[in-house]
């Protein structure tokens, strides 16, 4: 018999991102988006490096959940890598989505926030469709997408 993958895997877990600030994003996903904390914790050295493959990198997580899904950020303790400014064509840059129903409304309540913008809202009509992206205090793109005459 077969393995098949779809009888395996149930659903997706979370979605997670590395931030060089660990508080600074939570006060963005909690406090400005609404997401709700569900833990915060530490990981050491000995725990991470057999699975994130980084020697020495300590960990500091927190997971929230909301809208459906859970996001996951850690921040490295140690060993932190990179701040560059993360190209939007970067291949392995992804972002997370979240569909909303008052896309207008939600721009404005975040530019009042001081949320950085990633884009101008796009309509596009084909998809019927209209997003924004946006960029988190580490500037991962967040999406938020609301469907015409849903």
Known sequence: MSFDP???IQFMHHA???VKDLDKSLDFYVNKLGFDLKMRWIETAEQCQPGMGNPGGDLELAQMVGYGAMVEISQYLHCAGSDAPIEPNRIGVGHVSFEVNDLPALVEYLTAQGVQLASEP???PELN????HVLDPDGIRVEFMQFFNK
């Open 6 to 8: 779809r009888n395996c």
């Open 16 to 18: 997670g991102f590395i």
């Open 122 to 124: 796009m309509i596009v």
């Open 129 to 132: 469709i209209t997003w924004v």
